[in-house]
Protein backbone atom coordinates (compact mmCIF):
# COMPACT_ATOMS: atom_id res chain seq x y z
CA UNK A 1 0.00 0.00 0.00
CA UNK A 2 2.46 2.57 0.57
CA UNK A 3 4.70 1.86 -2.60
CA UNK A 4 1.30 2.57 -4.47
CA UNK A 5 0.92 5.63 -2.66
CA UNK A 6 4.70 6.04 -3.10
CA UNK A 7 4.44 5.82 -6.73
CA UNK A 8 1.56 8.24 -6.91
CA UNK A 9 2.96 10.98 -5.32
CA UNK A 10 5.90 10.71 -7.35
CA UNK A 11 3.73 10.87 -10.31
CA UNK A 12 1.61 13.77 -9.54
CA UNK A 13 5.28 15.97 -8.36
CA UNK A 14 6.67 14.56 -11.83
CA UNK A 15 3.77 15.84 -13.79
CA UNK A 16 3.67 18.96 -12.01
CA UNK A 17 6.77 19.43 -13.04
CA UNK A 18 6.42 18.75 -16.74
CA UNK A 19 3.45 20.63 -16.54
CA UNK A 20 5.30 24.18 -14.95
CA UNK A 21 8.56 22.82 -18.27
CA UNK A 22 5.87 22.95 -20.75
CA UNK A 23 4.49 26.21 -19.66
CA UNK A 24 7.77 27.90 -19.97
CA UNK A 25 8.37 26.33 -23.30
CA UNK A 26 5.29 27.47 -24.49
CA UNK A 27 6.20 31.22 -23.20
CA UNK A 28 9.35 31.17 -24.60
CA UNK A 29 8.33 29.97 -28.57
CA UNK A 30 5.20 32.64 -28.05
CA UNK A 31 7.67 35.51 -27.14
CA UNK A 32 9.92 34.52 -29.95
CA UNK A 33 7.03 34.19 -32.43
CA UNK A 34 5.65 37.69 -31.51
CA UNK A 35 9.66 39.35 -32.26
CA UNK A 36 8.97 37.81 -35.27
CA UNK A 37 5.75 39.07 -35.80
CA UNK A 38 6.78 42.39 -35.30
CA UNK A 39 9.64 42.77 -37.38
CA UNK A 40 10.14 45.14 -39.92
CA UNK A 41 11.50 44.48 -43.21
CA UNK A 42 15.11 46.08 -42.37
CA UNK A 43 15.36 44.06 -39.25
CA UNK A 44 13.89 40.60 -41.52
CA UNK A 45 17.03 41.48 -43.85
CA UNK A 46 19.31 41.60 -41.35
CA UNK A 47 17.88 38.41 -39.77
CA UNK A 48 18.59 36.79 -43.63
CA UNK A 49 22.15 38.04 -43.70
CA UNK A 50 23.24 36.89 -40.49
CA UNK A 51 21.42 33.84 -41.07
CA UNK A 52 23.19 33.22 -44.99
CA UNK A 53 26.77 34.59 -43.29
CA UNK A 54 26.39 31.47 -40.50
CA UNK A 55 25.33 29.20 -43.70
CA UNK A 56 28.90 30.79 -45.40
CA UNK A 57 31.03 29.95 -42.58
CA UNK A 58 29.99 26.26 -41.38
CA UNK A 59 30.30 25.63 -45.99
CA UNK A 60 33.58 26.94 -45.38
CA UNK A 61 34.35 24.76 -42.24
CA UNK A 62 33.34 21.96 -43.93
CA UNK A 63 35.72 22.84 -46.87
CA UNK A 64 38.19 23.19 -44.08
CA UNK A 65 37.54 19.57 -42.50
CA UNK A 66 37.22 17.77 -45.81
CA UNK A 67 41.02 19.47 -46.29
CA UNK A 68 42.03 18.09 -43.35
CA UNK A 69 41.34 14.32 -44.18
CA UNK A 70 37.97 14.45 -42.37
CA UNK A 71 35.35 11.52 -43.53
CA UNK A 72 37.89 9.72 -44.57
CA UNK A 73 38.85 6.15 -43.22
CA UNK A 74 42.86 5.69 -43.81
CA UNK A 75 45.43 3.87 -42.35
CA UNK A 76 48.55 5.69 -40.55
CA UNK A 77 51.73 3.59 -40.70
CA UNK A 78 53.55 5.19 -38.66
CA UNK A 79 53.05 7.03 -34.85
CA UNK A 80 54.67 10.14 -35.56
CA UNK A 81 52.24 10.43 -38.13
CA UNK A 82 49.71 9.21 -36.22
CA UNK A 83 50.42 12.30 -33.79
CA UNK A 84 51.04 14.74 -36.62
CA UNK A 85 47.02 13.68 -38.11
CA UNK A 86 45.82 13.69 -34.64
CA UNK A 87 46.55 17.47 -33.52
CA UNK A 88 45.29 19.07 -36.75
CA UNK A 89 41.84 18.16 -35.83
CA UNK A 90 39.90 18.63 -32.60
CA UNK A 91 37.63 15.61 -32.78
CA UNK A 92 39.29 11.82 -34.35
CA UNK A 93 37.95 8.50 -33.85
CA UNK A 94 40.84 6.01 -34.42
CA UNK A 95 40.46 2.14 -34.45
CA UNK A 96 43.59 0.58 -32.77
CA UNK A 97 43.82 -3.17 -34.30
CA UNK A 98 45.93 -6.13 -34.66
CA UNK A 99 46.07 -8.57 -36.86
CA UNK A 100 46.40 -11.34 -34.74
CA UNK A 101 42.70 -10.49 -33.49
CA UNK A 102 39.82 -12.49 -34.22
CA UNK A 103 37.66 -9.91 -35.08
CA UNK A 104 39.93 -7.90 -37.02
CA UNK A 105 39.76 -11.29 -39.80
CA UNK A 106 36.57 -11.08 -39.28
CA UNK A 107 35.72 -8.18 -40.28
CA UNK A 108 38.45 -8.55 -43.33
CA UNK A 109 40.58 -5.61 -42.96
CA UNK A 110 43.51 -7.87 -41.87
CA UNK A 111 45.74 -6.24 -44.44
CA UNK A 112 46.29 -3.22 -42.72
CA UNK A 113 48.92 -3.04 -39.78
CA UNK A 114 48.41 -0.37 -37.20
CA UNK A 115 45.50 1.87 -37.35
CA UNK A 116 42.54 3.61 -38.84
CA UNK A 117 41.66 6.99 -38.59
CA UNK A 118 38.26 7.96 -38.78
CA UNK A 119 37.82 11.90 -39.28
CA UNK A 120 34.16 13.82 -38.83
CA UNK A 121 32.85 17.04 -38.22
CA UNK A 122 29.38 17.88 -35.83
Same mark, same amino acid.
Given at each position: ??????????? &?? =???? =? #?????????? =??????????????? =?????? &?? #??? #?? &??????????? &??????????????????????????????????????? #????SFSS????SFSS
Open positions: MEADASVDMFS &KV =LENQ =L #LQTTKLVEEH =LDSEIQKLDQMDEDE =LERLKE &KR #LEA #LR &KAQQQKQEWLS &KGHGEYREIPSERDFFQEVKESKKVVCHFYRDSTFRVSY #LGIRVMLF
